[in-house]
């Protein structure tokens, strides 16, 4: 843990909660993920609190999404196969960005594809929006082609990040699927392409059975299992990307609290995603960022960048490393 500094005055209070994500600036460390977060939520929070919004995905394409049932509770957890709908990037363009960049936060708009030439084709149709960032979505496991086996090929993650990189200068966040047997060479893939930070990690692909039908809850069949009992799975996927690239990582995965961010941050990431949670607490990421203070005071740091990786471990995080 690294010591605080007494000589000369402190942060200001805004001061202590930025953070980076290489050329971008955040005011504090906490987002939404993608596809749980609209310009809707203003009348229920005061958005402009964030550290950045991240749009749901965008595909160059119109798309209907998979069929009902989409989204159930489990045990600890959510399952959703919404199939990520889209009207497509002309009119999200028209229709949506506006709202979007009146919410007063840098904009991170998710790009979506089912195929490697897709998504540097919808970050074309996007070309001259005032976006902060884009992040791929080379993760969702529920779409109906490329979807789970792009996202899961080392090689496949390269090339995709690098056609987008061909074709915009703003930063690029990719984000991961932990449905691999290492998200460390995914991580490397990304940074292969040219992306400036990571995402770890995307939903877990899982299933639920409605026993008295015998049939899947779910309309897809499968879906992405996501929720609190996620976090010891993530963490350790972060701590393992940390010590193998040298770009930030944002970590994703069961955070409800303050503290769930101080803990992304010491296994390494440099902010953090908040997706299921909001579903039931849409305020829950301000209320987050309105304790962080509290949290650092309590670990005795004056900023969050202070926490950054700092975890003291003996053990190696190997992408090997499966069990204890």
Request: hydrophobic content about 45%; charged content about 20%.
């Amino acid at each position: 843990m690294q010591e605080v500094s007494l000589d000369g005055p402190g942060p200001t209070a805004a001061e202590r909660l930025v953070t980076r994500l290489g050329p971008l600036t955040l005011r504090n460390p906490v987002l939404p993920a993608s596809g749980c977060f609209g310009p809707e939520l203003a009348s229920v929070m005061p958005v402009d609190r964030l550290g950045a919004a991240v749009t749901k995905t965008v595909f160059s394409d119109v798309r209907s999404g998979n069929p009902a049932h989409r989204i159930t509770e489990t045990r600890n957890g959510m399952l959703n196969s919404v199939g990520i709908p889209s009207i497509g990037a002309t009119r999200w363009r028209a229709e949506t960005l506006p709202a979007l960049l009146d919410c007063g936060v840098p904009l991170v708009i998710s790009l979506g594809g089912l195929a490697e030439a897709d998504y540097r084709r919808v970050a074309e149709d996007l070309t001259g929006v005032p976006a902060a960032a884009f992040e791929l979505n080379v993760s969702c496991p529920n779409l109906e082609a490329g979807g789970v086996e792009l996202g899961a090929d080392p090689a496949a993650v390269t090339r995709t990040v690098a056609g987008v990189r061909e074709v915009t200068d703003l930063p690029l966040l990719v984000k991961l699927t932990p449905n691999v047997a290492s998200v460390v060479e995914l991580a490397q893939a990304a940074v292969r392409g040219g992306a400036d930070a990571v995402v770890v990690a995307n939903t877990f692909v899982g299933m639920a059975i409605d026993l008295h039908r015998r049939r899947p809850v779910i309309g897809n069949g499968v879906g992405g299992w996501s929720g609190p009992a996620a976090k010891p799975l993530i963490l350790r996927m972060v701590w393992q990307v940390a010590e193998a690239v040298d770009v930030p990582i944002v970590g994703c995965g069961g955070i409800t609290s303050a503290h769930d961010v101080a803990e992304y941050l010491v296994a390494g990431a440099s902010a953090v995603q908040v997706g299921t949670a909001t579903f039931t607490r849409p305020q829950i990421m301000t209320e987050i960022i309105a304790d962080l203070p509290r949290v650092l005071d309590e670990l005795g740091v004056s900023r969050v960048t202070e926490l950054i990786g700092t975890l003291r471990s003996d053990a190696r995080p190997s992408p090997e490393r499966t069990t204890p």
